[in-house]
């Protein structure tokens, strides 16, 4: 007997559970408290409501008998395949923590191969003898590999897993590296460059949907901010590298190669981490996702008992109603079904809301934006700190308060960032010559507050796809928003320096940058963007099964009462 198979798993399933399934697909409703209030286990609100549909005990009882059939019945091979060295703790919030802190580790390597470029490029562009056009795409061509990667993330995600495909997205990143620290002319670079960027993409799109299905809802915010964070600080990560190598002979082969250490620590971390238990349930693995679910969540606490029978319940509708449809039509769950059409408008816009407001280009380009601005070549690479390091303090609050103050709250730092973009253009405009402390000190004033203010902002195009998706829908989904991400990055990378010379640098940080996010994106945020705070992924499906105008009506009450986040 297949014990993965999920209909041998219902054999474990008492007949209270297979009736209440049968009356929730009848009736086409998933259980949900009628007062839209958190389930309270010291009231005993949750027992009275649990009674009146199941019994809980028993139902639980089933589930620990079939985990544990599980685990006698799992062979060497068995748990060979799985590629995990099982940890546990007496504290489930330990495991929890431990999940979203190696997951979250996988920022540092994203963040150094976007910024390492920056310093590299000095001496790799003279050793190479690279055109202004090769340069600009040796840059551009990670994001684009990335598009390519979030491609991959749907097909490797639901065949292997959501884990397992954070492992593959190393070995890229391995092969990658190594290319670009060997490389003898531009090709090599186009080639290893791109396969880093299919590392950042598979992992982009994967680790916020890994942390969201994993851990509850009160700390999903902060864990998938900390993937942000320490993008911020691998991209600090990679200035400083760049300042250690600058003199060195070949120094730039050092910096492009750098992230082998990093993808070998997030190698050996990654095999210390249980599975989603949302994904195995996806695909019909109730006891392995109920062992795993133990280990994440204090199964004493009965709020945590009835999150995974609503979770098990919803991966039972799911796949009710994709039943009689094939590959093909399943795909077009996103566009077809109007829930899951708010949910990918609604993550597309606050991505495009990040990206489009330049971030990538000014990162990739800050060593040469601070020779423009009249630092020396190797005080330039040095300066690109001071920008680096003011996006990794920007994340620490998001990880702080995301959770506390909401969502919507959140995304007013677009204000913030906006304000700084002014000045960054205004220190272009002052007179080099006849003012250069004036024009350094507000140039670096803006990069400083726009860095610091995105940082913050930037934790929410992660963690709003992560959360926004349906389960059946939610690799599609995100592999849509990867490649939005990085498709738009690798757009306002490519033509940073052709917009330059059409805007002028002041023109494409004042005019376009900002306007984007005053004219657009503050807008849209106060209107349409839904509070998903301390919601449950399954709550958030309810939310998204709204209309958007009964979204914006609703925004628009808080919004008369004061309230922006509710």
């Known amino acids: 007997?297949?014990?993965?198979?999920?209909?041998?798993?219902?054999?474990?399933?008492?007949?209270a559970t297979q009736f209440e399934l049968e009356k929730q697909r009848s009736s086409s409703e998933i259980f949900e408290d009628s007062t839209n209030a958190k389930l309270n286990t010291e009231n005993g609100k949750a027992s009275d409501i649990l009674n009146i549909n199941l019994n809980l005990e028993e139902e639980i009882d089933a589930l620990n008998k079939y985990g544990d059939s599980l685990r006698k019945e799992l062979s060497f091979w068995g748990k060979t395949k799985r590629m995990e060295f099982e940890v546990n703790f007496n504290n489930r919030q330990h495991m929890v923590y431990m999940l979203g802190i190696f997951a979250a580790f996988a920022g540092i390597l994203s963040g150094i191969d976007q910024s390492i470029i920056s310093g590299a490029s000095i001496g790799m562009n003279q050793m190479l003898n690279l055109t202004t056009h090769e340069a600009s795409l040796v840059s551009s061509l990670m994001p684009l590999g990335a598009v390519a990667g979030s491609i991959l993330l749907t097909p490797f995600s639901e065949y292997f897993g959501r884990r397992k495909s954070l492992v593959i997205s190393c070995v890229f990143y391995t092969i990658g590296a190594i290319i670009c620290a060997a490389a003898k002319n531009q090709h090599e670079m186009y080639a290893g460059r791109f396969l880093v960027g299919v590392g950042v993409g598979l992992e982009g799109g994967g680790i916020g949907v890994y942390i969201a299905e994993s851990v509850p809802s009160t700390v999903r915010g902060s864990l998938v901010s900390l993937y942000q964070f320490n993008i911020a600080l691998g991209e600090l990560f990679g200035y400083i590298i760049g300042v250690i190598f600058f003199d060195v002979k070949g120094g730039w082969r050092y910096m492009v190669g750098s992230s082998l250490i990093f993808s070998t620590i997030m190698f050996i971390g990654l095999l210390f981490l249980p599975e989603s238990p949302r994904w195995l349930m996806h695909k019909g693995r109730v006891g392995e996702s109920w062992n795993v679910w133990k280990r994440l969540r204090n199964i004493d606490i009965e709020g945590n008992k009835v999150e995974f029978l609503e979770l098990r319940q919803v991966a039972?509708?799911?796949?009710?109603?994709?039943?009689?449809?094939?590959?093909?039509?399943?795909?077009?769950?996103?566009?077809?079904?109007?829930?899951?059409?708010?949910?990918?408008?609604?993550?597309?816009?606050?991505?495009?809301?990040?990206?489009?407001?330049?971030?990538?280009?000014?990162?990739y380009y800050m060593s040469t934006l601070m020779g423009n601005i009249g630092f020396s070549p190797k005080k330039s690479v040095a300066m690109s700190m001071v920008g680096g390091a003011a996006l990794l303090i920007g994340t620490i609050p998001a990880i702080l308060w995301m959770d506390r103050f909401g969502r919507r709250a959140w995304s007013m730092n677009l204000i913030i960032f906006a304000f700084?973009?002014?000045?960054?253009?205004?220190?272009?405009?002052?007179?080099?010559?006849?003012?250069?402390?004036?024009?350094?000190?507000?140039?670096?004033?803006?990069?400083?507050?726009?860095?610091?203010?995105?940082?913050?902002?930037?934790?929410?195009?992660?963690?709003?796809?992560?959360?926004?998706?349906?389960?059946?829908?939610r690799s599609a989904g995100m592999t849509i928003s990867s490649a939005l991400l990085y498709l738009c990055a690798f757009t306002v990378t490519y033509n940073f320096e052709k917009m330059q010379d059409a805007m002028t640098y002041s023109g494409l940080t004042l005019g376009f940058y900002g306007g984007i996010a005053i004219v657009i994106?503050?807008?849209?945020?106060?209107?349409?963007?839904?509070?998903?705070?301390?919601?449950?992924?399954?709550?958030?499906?309810?939310?998204?099964?709204?209309?958007?105008?009964?979204?914006?009506?609703e925004n628009l009450s808080h919004l008369r009462k004061g309230r922006i986040s509710y």
């Open 316 to 363: 039972e509708q799911e796949k009710e109603l994709h039943k009689h449809e094939s590959r093909f039509q399943a795909w077009f769950d996103l566009i077809r079904i109007p829930r899951n059409r708010r949910a990918l408008v609604y993550s597309s816009i606050m991505i495009c809301l990040g990206q489009l407001t330049g971030i990538n280009a000014i990162m």
């Open 1 to 15: 007997m297949d014990l993965n198979n999920s209909e041998d798993s219902q054999k474990f399933l008492p007949s």
């Open 420 to 473: 700084g973009l002014i000045l960054v253009g205004v220190g272009y405009q002052i007179n080099m010559r006849t003012n250069l402390p004036a024009a350094e000190g507000v140039y670096l004033t803006g990069q400083i507050i726009y860095n610091m203010a995105f940082g913050s902002y930037a934790a929410l195009t992660w963690v709003l796809p992560s959360e926004s998706f349906s389960l059946g829908t």
């Open 521 to 553: 994106g503050i807008p849209y945020q106060l209107l349409c963007m839904p509070e998903t705070k301390n919601r449950t992924l399954e709550e958030i499906d309810d939310i998204f099964e709204k209309p958007t105008r009964q979204i914006i009506r």
